[in-house]
Antibody
Framework: EVQLVESGGGLVQPGGSLRLSCAAS????????IHWVRQVPGRGLEWVSG????????HFQASVQGRFSISRDNGKNSLYLQMHGLRPEDTALYYC????????????????WGQGTMVTVSS | SYDLTQAPSVSVSPGQTATITCSGN??????ASWYQQQSGQSPVLVIY???KRPSGIPERFSGSNSGNTATLTISGTQAMDEADYYC?????????FGGGTKLTVL
């Protein structure tokens, strides 16, 4: 069974840092790009960041560029999102999402989603 | 930034055809994907690369994309299809989602 399990969410003060993790199983992890997508409860989806199969290519949404970094450890089948300078508008449920392809192209879709980990930025 | 526009809500009677649209500048030159999100659940990919169905997705789900509009069509809509539907496309190396359409099966 394909599974993506996120962890690391929690309550953090504005300006603080947090590291999210995603443990993958049930598929060949290093064959696929992986992404983070977030959703404010009751609102729409917002892509945050994605990383290619080998970790050499990373992409970010403009609002998190320079504050967030993404990495992966293919030996551990794990994905990470390091978040710095957190803002209240970063408050959301963060999903770990598997890509249909190994690198980011205009064809890509997101074919497996975890259950998400909640990040709350508040004083 | 790349804007994808969806109607907030669509209603359909059981057994009828539901049509959900997504508009974006020259969207037909890109590829559209569609996601179904049922209440309290994580999204599920139902269409990718405009018109491809992942394994396990019923044949009643189909997609098209031309000009400025991508369309998700659900034929013979069932009560279980009631959900939020999001379109998604890439602009360069950034992914964008539409605001979502709530499909109500009356």
């Amino acid at each position: 069974e394909v599974q993506l399990v996120e962890s690391g969410g929690g309550l953090v003060q504005p300006g603080g840092s947090l590291r999210l993790s995603c443990a993958a199983s049930g598929f060949t992890f290093d064959d696929y790009a992986i992404h983070w997508v977030r959703q404010v409860p009751g609102r729409g989806l917002e892509w945050v960041s994605g990383i290619s199969w080998n970790g050499r290519s990373a992409h970010f949404q403009a609002s998190v560029q320079g504050r967030f970094s993404i990495s992966r450890d293919n030996g551990k089948n794990s994905l990470y999102l390091q978040m710095h300078g957190l803002r209240p508008e970063d408050t959301a449920l963060y999903y770990c999402v598997k890509d249909t392809r190994s690198t980011v192209t205009i064809r890509n879709g997101f074919d497996m989603w975890g259950q998400g980990t909640m990040v709350t930025v508040s004083s | 930034s790349y804007d994808l526009t969806q109607a907030p809500s669509v209603s359909v009677s059981p057994g009828q055809t539901a049509t959900i649209t997504c508009s974006g500048n020259k969207l037909g030159d890109k590829y559209a994907s569609w996601y179904q999100q049922q209440s309290g659940q994580s999204p599920v990919l139902v269409i990718y690369e405009d018109n491809k169905r992942p394994s396990g997705i019923p044949e009643r789900f189909s997609g098209s994309n031309s000009g400025n509009t991508a369309t998700l069509t659900i034929s013979g809509t069932q009560a279980m299809d009631e959900a939020d539907y999001y379109c998604q496309a890439w602009d360069g190396d950034t992914a964008f989602f539409g605001g979502g359409t709530k499909l109500t099966v009356l």
